[in-house]
């Protein structure tokens, strides 16, 4: 099977693992629609969606219920609904523009899931080989570089709508998206200057950030710096990247461009059917790329612990020489971090409310890039004074 | 008068910052979020009816099974609505409760126009009509929601009496004490 895999044309390789993380990604930001509807319920004390079953299931008999109870069905339920409801488009719109918006939205939030990696394995040599459809060099950049073109589908949605409050939403969106990715991108450098050291081949790749935070526990009296995982050694970058994702990808209390109290329902207003469930697995997909990425950066990526690096952990199990054993480990240990991310994402959401549009512009120019320029500097100059 | 001079203190760093009034709120939400929810869930649970609750009006029996509404029709002139429309008819004169003289041939009420006011309730002489329990009504059809003679004596039961009103008058005539 894996010979047969290995054997085919690179391109044809790439299609298939391309479809294998989309049929990943795609089901993932469904789920995450639905633990949201379930952890805003929770958070306000109602049991959520618990009632859709197919009769077939109700006759299994402690799996159907169970299902039942937490919504998956609910989540299946909607998904067709979306896909088979009546789309009507509105007479007043630019028609081309407004169906490209949505797929627009798509293209880069499933494009930036190819170059973050999401697990590894050990090679014969024991090295660490991560996972990911293409570790390429520039890493980061190329993540910032893609998702950032996320707005652009905004925007269109918003001046393609050809009506106010999808205007003004479209309009929000570009000036908070374009804002805060400076923020964002200024508070990940300490961590590349830290990675990378002068006078040697630079990388922006975010396997490299991790095999930084994969040291392993010298002594208890002494443990070394290799294993501390960046949010304890930056966590000033820590914060201003995860406030800076939260704006990024519209989530409360920084969603400017939905605010359904202020602008009905922001850039998707006109939206409905299926281009409007686009939108959505867009926003999660981010979400889910961004929280990946901020686990890679922050909080040692695929190593279970800090000081308890994957090839220790290997080593403890016997999967050594497991690769695929492995490699699914690490993927479990990955995930299990992004879902508590994005479980952050969810319980902010229904704690705090949307801060108003003057407000969000006067935090992200006014506080967040400032204190994310004398971070900067503060850890340029800590760490040229700690590696010369 | 007493007059206590407060300071307005300036807010503080921490709190200029924001981030720990929103962990508190974080704090907050998180212990909702393990605590048990208060939903009812409705059709398997029901709520508990409080004394007194007026539901759907309807038509009770006496605990001899003798229909107690004699149609004197005081329930509909009151029903501000007019949702309540009655039909009088006589009682066979070989029937036990011949003595009544009258009861309704047929009593509709129209549910799509009661307001659940319960005059008609209060207006009756006979103690034959009563708001009770039932307080979900539905149907299909305009036709389905106006409940008419039987579906109200089902509805209604048999409620328990205290005067035996129609009993008294009868041992009353039969023993020669009529007072009428």
């Known amino acids: 099977m894996a010979d047969f895999f290995f054997n085919l044309h690179p391109v044809i390789q790439g299609l298939i693992k391309g479809l294998a993380v989309i049929c990943v990604i795609f089901p993932f930001a469904g789920a995450c629609s639905m633990a949201e509807r379930k952890v805003s319920a929770w958070i306000q004390g109602r049991p959520g969606p618990n009632r859709a079953i197919p009769i077939w299931f109700a006759w299994v008999p402690v799996l159907g219920p169970a299902l039942q109870k937490i919504g998956a069905f609910h989540l299946l339920a909607d998904g067709l609904k979306f896909l088979f409801k009546e789309e009507p488009t509105p007479g007043h719109v630019h028609k081309f523009y407004f169906t490209l918006a949505p797929i627009v939205a798509m293209i880069p939030a499933f494009t930036t899931v190819t170059v973050v990696p999401f697990g590894a394995y050990l090679d014969a040599a024991g090295r660490v080989i991560p996972l990911a459809l293409a570790n390429v060099d520039v890493g980061l950049l190329a993540v910032f570089a893609v998702s950032s073109l996320g707005v652009y589908s905004l925007i269109l949605a918003g001046w393609a709508s050809n009506s106010k409050y999808p205007f003004l939403g479209g309009v929000r969106a570009s000036a908070q998206l374009i804002s805060y990715e400076l923020s964002m991108t200024l508070s990940v450098i300490p961590v590349f200057l830290w990675i990378n050291a002068p006078g040697q081949p630079g990388t922006l790749s975010l396997a490299k950030v991790v095999e930084f935070q994969s040291g392993a526990l010298q002594s208890w009296t002494a443990p070394g710096w290799g294993g501390v995982w960046f949010v304890f050694l930056m966590p000033v970058s820590a914060f201003i990247f995860i406030v800076s994702l939260f704006a990024e990808t519209n989530r409360q209390p920084f969603d400017m461009p939905e605010s359904e109290a202020d602008l009905v329902g922001g850039f998707h207003t006109e939206y409905g059917a299926f281009k409007w469930s686009l939108f959505f697995v867009a926003e999660y997909s981010h979400m889910i790329v961004g929280s990946g990425v901020f686990t890679l950066l922050f909080f040692g990526g695929w190593n279970p612990l800090p000081w308890l690096p994957l090839a220790t952990l290997a080593g403890w199990l016997h999967l050594a020489h497991a690769p695929l054993w492995l490699g699914l480990l690490s993927i479990l240990i990955f995930l299990v971090k992004v879902a508590v991310l994005i479980f952050v994402f969810m319980w902010v959401r229904w704690t705090v409310p949307r801060f108003r549009y003057d407000q969000v512009m006067r935090i992200g120019w006014k506080q967040l890039l400032p204190l994310a320029i004398a971070n900067l500097l503060a850890y340029a100059i800590a760490i040229a004074v700690i590696q010369k | ?180």
């Open chain 2, 1 to 180: 008068m007493a007059v206590v001079p407060l300071a307005r203190k300036p807010l503080t760093f921490a709190e200029r910052t924001y981030v720990p009034q929103i962990l508190g709120g974080l704090k907050i939400t998180i212990k909702r979020f393990f605590q048990p929810t208060e939903t009812l869930q409705y059709p398997e649970q029901r709520p508990e009816i409080p004394k007194n609750y007026r539901g759907v009006p309807t038509l009770v029996r006496d605990p001899n099974g003798r229909e107690k509404c004699v149609s004197c029709q005081l329930c509909e002139f009151v029903c501000p609505p007019k949702a309540i429309r009655i039909t009088p008819g006589e009682i066979a004169p070989d029937a036990p409760t011949a003595h009544v003289e009258k009861a309704p041939l047929a009593f509709d009420i129209d549910m799509l126009r009661c307001i659940y006011c319960g005059l008609c309730q209060e207006v009756c002489p006979e103690e034959a009509i009563f708001l009770q329990n039932q307080y979900s009504m539905s149907g299909y059809t305009r036709a389905e929601m106006v409940n008419n003679k039987d579906r109200l004596y089902e509805l209604g039961g048999t409620l328990p009496d205290q005067h035996y009103k129609w009993d008294k008058k009868k041992a009353a005539e039969v023993h020669g004490a009529a007072h009428h």
